[in-house]
């Protein structure tokens, strides 16, 4: 038995688990230590387009310090773009201009002009920036300093940080609900989700949650927020209103990411451990589909939902799986960059 060792989420940044025997290579990006897992078999890449799929996914390459810019419509990649030291959360602003990327290795905030794809500029905020969140105009940005314990809003108008909001430990995520007034930051070290005014730019409460809580996703209609708990193997299922678990789902080793269809219908799950996507039914609470992306050692990483297509970076198979949400089946497998990390869709 071996054991794999991943940066980014997870208390103190870094998680180990039992992993089954593979090539394990330790390399050191911008003086972070991090892991490429080399599974024993992976899917070769394929690139079959989903019908009516349009538009660009970016996918941040961790270790390779640069972002694949891939074609929706044909799953191929048209550009790979140097990008900062250790790029993690990726937001796309929704005219699709300009992509925001948490450079966790130099505590910046890149931002790529979508159209050039040429880094246009850089934003220092807090340590081990992680997770970035965008407001549903566009106009803010807020990013989860894991290293700071803190979250800097930045004005993307000005690009400036204008407020610096402490939160909990280890603050890895960030969700938004659809009308912008309130920011859900996913706190790993304190299994906790704090609750952020985004008018007053203070935490007004918080959301209970299980152990290293690393993601969360709230409902279109603000009334729930689903929290993956990365060491408990399971997602927390929040009533906002009423702050208390309403139900704990159990999914598969090492739940890293949750993401929500556009209507709320589903929640897709990321599973490091066996290298599955697992599909909650929001109306039961149940898992009602696995999709496998791939061997253990695959690692799915990140999500990212449209009505179109589900899309997961595969951090040890250095691809992004292009799911097909309507049969729940891998339509394409994309080969990027090394240890790709965030993932995010534009125009």
Known sequence: MRFRIHTGRGLGGIAVRPEPAAAIGLLLAGGLLAARLIPASSPSPSAAPLAGVTGHVYVTNQLDNTVSVIDAGTNKVVATVPAGNAPEGIAITPDGRYAYIADNGSAMVSVLDTRTNKITTTVPVGHGPTGVRLSPDGTCLYVANGGSNNISVLDTRTNRVTATVPVDVSPVSVAVSRD??????????????????????????????????????????GESAYVANETAATVSAVGIRTRTVAVTVPVGEGPFDVALAPDGSRAYVAELGPGNVSVIDTRSHRVSATVAVGPPGTDPFNLAVTSGAVYVTNQGAGTLAVIDPKNLRVAATVAVGTSPYGVAVGP
Do not use: E, K, M, Q
């Open 180 to 221: 912008g007034a309130t920011a859900y930051v996913a706190n790993a070290g304190s299994h906790s989700v704090s609750v952020l005014d985004t008018r007053t730019r203070r935490v007004v409460g918080s959301l209970p949650a299980g152990r290293s809580p690393v993601s969360v996703a709230v409902t279109p209609d």
